[in-house]
Structure formats: C-alpha cells, structure tokens
C-alpha cells in the first residue's frame, strides 16, 4: 500500500530540500503548498486573502493525494505542521487515506532558518513573499515536536539519541532466523533499518527489534535507546513495542550474538533503566 509522508518543519527548515531528495529516492509525488500559493495567487497577496486561498490549496492538495495514493505512489505533503494540532490534524487524515502514514521531521537553528528564508525572499522571485517582522511573527506559532506527537516519524538533520522515545517505522531486511549473508550466524531478533536516513556509515540507520518472537518484514515500535559503538562510525537503535519496558541487562543479553564483537554503550533515558 502506498504511503503519505508528511514533512514537519518551519519556513526555511530545509523541507523542501528534504522533500525534493526523497521524491527521487522513494519514488513519491511531491505537493509542496506554497509552490502552488504562488503559481495560483503570486507571491506576494493581501493577508486578508491568505487564510482563503490557503484553505482553497489546502483541499486540492489532499484531494490530489488521495487520488494518487489510489493509483498506487506515495506521496510527499511537503507542508510543515507547526503546532501539535496541525500534525494531529494531518495524521488523521492521511490515515483515512492510507495506513501507511509516516512524519519526516527536519531540525534546524532558527537563526539560520531566518537567514535563508530573508535571502530567499529577495533573491527568488518565485518564492512566496516573507519578511523579516512577517517571520518573526510566525515564529511564535511554531510548537516543536515532543511527547504529544505519537507518530510515526523518521528524524533528519539528528543525533541518534534524538529517536529515544519515538515511535519510528523499521524495515527488517535481516528478520529472525535468517542467516547473515557474510558471516553466516543466525539473527535471534529482528534487524532492519530505518528507511529514508543515512547514519554514520553512509547506510540507513540499523535497528534492533527486541520483544518481539516471530519474523517481520516490517514493524513500528518506540526507540527506547541507542547501542553507540565507539570503535565504530555505525550506532544501532533499539526499538520495541509501544509500551514494553527492558532493563539494561536484557538490552546486551538480546543483542550481544553481535555487539560482542564491539565496544560500545547503551545511551538511554536515566527512567528507562528499569533493572
């Protein structure tokens, strides 16, 4: 089944950036909002008649998608989300469309954010209008992603501890039972990775799927810690069942069949150690 991806950032965040590379990559169809703003009303119109025309290019871009996740692609909703509402709002949303919903959230220093976007405006006559009082303005709207947002989101421009306590969706390409393709030892969890990310050996970032007793060929699960290995550019996320609670022991003793080969540390929230 064919998946939304919702992209989650403020105005100069990167998302576009992101959405454009992942169009590609996925393969997916990209609706970026104000790319349709300025093609329907110009890039600069009346605030008086921004809320309108939103609305309007609102319901065409779902509209769009639904009819394109019935044909069978994926779908990119290159939007933003800002406050906690919104992202309920869209989730639900794409779920009426879909089960196969995921959020892509991009992090950036809003300094930075502010720069590129002023640099944009004055540079790009086919970028909407912002200014710098218009920005800071919008600004104090933005609600950053914490506890509230309990869905399924790949993480962009992150530290690996950054996904402890996120739900995030696994690909297992090595799923129990099967054999290592080099080494030829038998995998007792589930492995996969995280699609759509890159860690520090240029791959996807790796995944242990713990608590779970039957081979999967994809899972969504909370990320309750990090295995960082120090003598190795490639940390392992641990991920489980929403709700499941593992002690630090039983954390090593699952995956020891191969980070026994490794020096590393288990990263975790201090009230997740439960031994």
């Not at 892509?104 to 405006?121: F, G, M």
């Not at 069942?241 to 201090?270: C, M, N, T, Y």
């Amino acid at each position: 089944m064919a998946t939304i991806h919702l992209m989650q950032g403020f105005i100069g965040f990167g998302k576009t950036t992101v959405a454009k590379e992942l169009e590609v990559k996925i393969p997916a169809v990209r609706l970026t909002h104000d790319e349709f703003m300025v093609k329907l009303y110009g890039r600069n119109m009346p605030y008086a008649d921004f809320q309108v025309n939103y609305e309007r290019v609102d319901e065409l871009l779902w509209m769009l998608a639904e009819k394109i996740v019935k044909s069978g692609s994926d779908v990119i909703m290159d939007y933003g989300f800002w406050s906690h509402e919104d992202r309920k709002n869209a989730y639900e949303r794409a779920k009426k469309i879909t089960d196969n919903v995921m959020f892509h959230k991009i992090s950036c220093d809003i300094n930075v954010a502010k720069e590129r976007v002023l640099t944009r405006t004055a540079n790009n006559p086919d970028a909407l209008y912002i200014s710098e009082d218009e920005f800071n303005g919008l600004a104090q709207r933005y609600e950053e992603w914490n506890e509230e947002d309990d869905y399924p989101v790949v993480l962009h421009n992150a530290l690996t501890t950054q996904y402890i306590g996120k739900i995030v969706p696994v690909k297992i390409d090595r799923p129990m039972g099967s054999k290592h393709p080099k080494h030829g030892f038998v995998y007792p969890v589930n492995y996969g990775y995280i699609p759509y990310t890159k860690s520090g050996d240029g791959e996807e970032l790796d995944v242990y799927v713990l608590g779970v007793d039957e081979p999967l060929t994809e899972f969504c699960g909370q990320c309750i810690g990090v295995i960082h290995r120090t003598n190795d550019d490639d940390d392992k996320l641990i991920v489980v069942p929403d709700g499941l609670h593992l002690s630090d022991e039983e954390i090593e003793d699952k995956v020891s069949f191969q980070e026994k080969w490794f020096k590393h540390i288990l990263l975790r929230e201090a009230s997740d150690r439960k031994n």
